[in-house]
């Protein structure tokens, strides 16, 4: 896999979680602006239809995109692990683990036709630690893995099954600076822009799309800048 690294010094990637049918759309902004994502699947429940009540009492759908689907949906992206069933993994037994990994992570490989390697843990940074990572990281075939808990900066991970994106996407002003500040930096050492998120929050209001695209508009289409899912981006 050639390594943006030796052309450029700045790369972006987006990474969101669990699979749901609003993925669709923002594959279309994405694809639009040529910029590319990783999404994190739990493979136990490809298919499922459901509701969710968040963000003051607002209803969203929360519909899994059928397994039959999952490759054509997400060509042209990268299908990570997000375990089975999204327990807290920090709960689970050493064995328990391996299994929701290793067992989400095969099915996803066989549905897409590829090696999946990546991961984002299920319930965020509260629900992992150094046992958990240390499972994952000589247990699995996963090659790294995301948490929750943002950097607000663009420093390479130092501990790839903990790493830390740079902001969330709902924090939107937060976004919208950093994305200033990376358009214009200049650097001679590698640099990473890493923005993590659930595609159905963006059905919180009306206008979260529309703000969503412009992030999009800013970051997108620079010379200087390598645009990649996770794996092309962290790998080296």
Same mark, same amino acid.
């Given at each position: 896999?050639?390594?943006?690294?030796?052309?450029?010094?700045?790369?972006? @990637?987006?990474? #969101?979680?669990?699979?749901? @049918?609003?993925?669709?759309?923002?594959?279309?902004?994405?694809?639009?602006?040529?910029?590319?994502? @990783?999404?994190?699947?739990?493979?136990?429940?490809?298919?499922?239809?459901?509701?969710?009540?968040?963000?003051?009492?607002? *209803?969203?759908?929360?519909?899994?995109?059928?397994?039959? =689907?999952?490759?054509?949906?997400?060509?042209?992206?990268?299908?990570?692990?997000? @375990?089975?069933?999204?327990?807290?993994?920090?709960?689970?037994?050493?064995?328990?683990?391996?299994?929701?990994?290793?067992?989400?992570?095969?099915?996803?490989? +066989?549905?897409?036709?590829?090696?999946?390697?990546?991961?984002? #843990?299920?319930?965020? +940074?509260?629900?992992? /630690?150094?046992?958990? /990572?240390?499972?994952? =990281?000589?247990?699995?075939?996963?090659?790294? +893995?995301?948490?929750?808990?943002?950097?607000?900066?663009? %420093?390479?991970?130092?501990?790839?099954?903990?790493?830390?994106?740079?902001?969330?996407?709902?924090?939107? %002003?937060?976004?919208?600076?950093?994305?200033? *500040?990376?358009?214009?930096?200049?650097?001679?050492?590698?640099?990473?822009? #890493?923005?993590?998120?659930?595609?159905?929050?963006?059905?919180?209001?009306?206008?979260?799309? #529309? =703000?969503?695209?412009?992030?999009? =508009?800013?970051? +997108?289409?620079? %010379? /200087?800048?390598?645009?990649?899912?996770?794996?092309?981006?962290?790998?080296?």
């Amino acid at each position: 896999m050639e390594n943006w690294r030796d052309t450029k010094k700045k790369a972006v @990637t987006f990474s #969101y979680d669990d699979g749901v @049918t609003q993925d669709i759309h923002l594959i279309e902004l994405l694809n639009k602006y040529g910029l590319k994502c @990783t999404f994190n699947i739990n493979s136990g429940f490809l298919g499922y239809d459901g509701m969710l009540v968040r963000h003051g009492g607002v *209803r969203v759908s929360h519909y899994k995109i059928h397994e039959s =689907r999952l490759a054509e949906v997400y060509k042209g992206h990268e299908v990570a692990v997000h @375990t089975l069933t999204h327990p807290r993994l920090n709960t689970c037994s050493d064995e328990e683990i391996v299994r929701q990994v290793e067992e989400d992570r095969k099915k996803l490989s +066989s549905l897409v036709g590829y090696d999946v390697v990546g991961m984002a #843990y299920p319930c965020g +940074s509260s629900a992992t /630690d150094e046992r958990v /990572d240390k499972i994952v =990281r000589e247990r699995t075939g996963v090659l790294y +893995s995301r948490g929750t808990v943002c950097s607000g900066n663009f %420093d390479e991970p130092e501990n790839m099954f903990d790493f830390k994106p740079s902001v969330y996407h709902l924090d939107f %002003d937060k976004m919208m600076d950093l994305g200033k *500040r990376f358009v214009e930096l200049e650097t001679d050492k590698p640099q990473i822009f #890493y923005i993590w998120g659930h595609s159905y929050e963006l059905d919180f209001e009306s206008d979260f799309w #529309y =703000r969503l695209e412009e992030f999009f =508009r800013l970051i +997108s289409g620079k %010379d /200087d800048i390598f645009y990649g899912n996770n794996t092309e981006v962290l790998i080296k």
